[in-house]
C-alpha cells in the first residue's frame, strides 16, 4: 500500500446502490418504493428523475424521506411536468439540486445535510400519491446510493 504523511492508505469503504421504478396505473392510489440502508452506512445521495410525466387526471407528487420523517429529503414534487423535467430535457434531483424541493433534512441556504450518517438501519421511502382518475403513463426512478465501511480506519494521536 501507498503511504502518505507516514500513514498507511486504507481501503476505500464500499460503495452500494439501490433502485425503485415506479410506474403508474390507473387512478387515485400511493406508491411507495423503500430502499433499506444498513446501520453505521453514510448516505452519499439520493437521485430522482421523471422518465414519463404521470397523466393522472388529478394531482401526482412525490415525497422521500425515511421512517422518521416521510418528507425528509424531498416533498411536494409535481410529477405532471412542473418540477421534475421528463423526456428529452430529463432533469435528476439530488442532494446537490433539490430543485426548490428539499425536505427537512436538506437546507438549501446552507447546504447543510441532516442524517448522513446513523448508526442505525434506516428505511428511505419514496411516496407518490395521485389523487383522481386515468393515468397509466408515469414513469419515475429512485436511486439510493451510500457507503459502508465494516471497519472504519481508526485516527492516530502523536
Do not use: C
Amino acid at each position: 500500500m501507498p503511504t502518505i504523511s507516514g500513514g498507511l492508505v486504507a481501503q476505500p469503504g464500499t460503495m452500494f446502490f439501490e433502485e425503485v421504478t415506479f410506474t403508474e396505473t390507473s387512478g387515485a392510489g400511493v406508491y411507495t418504493g423503500t430502499v433499506t440502508v444498513p446501520g453505521n452506512a453514510w448516505l452519499l445521495d439520493i437521485k430522482v428523475i421523471n422518465t414519463v410525466y404521470w397523466d393522472n387526471a388529478g394531482t401526482v407528487t412525490l415525497k422521500v424521506g425515511d421512517d422518521a420523517t416521510d418528507n425528509g429529503w424531498f416533498t411536494g414534487i409535481n410529477l405532471k411536468a412542473t418540477d421534475l423535467v421528463a423526456g428529452a430535457d430529463q432533469e435528476t434531483l439530488d442532494f446537490n439540486n433539490a430543485g426548490g424541493k428539499p425536505g427537512a433534512y436538506l437546507v438549501a441556504a446552507t447546504g447543510e445535510r441532516a442524517l448522513m450518517y446513523s448508526a442505525l438501519v434506516r428505511i428511505v421511502s419514496g411516496i407518490i400519491t395521485t389523487s383522481s382518475t386515468g393515468g397509466t403513463a408515469g414513469r419515475t426512478r429512485m436511486l439510493v446510493i451510500w457507503s459502508n465501511h465494516a471497519t472504519p480506519a481508526p485516527a492516530t494521536k502523536v
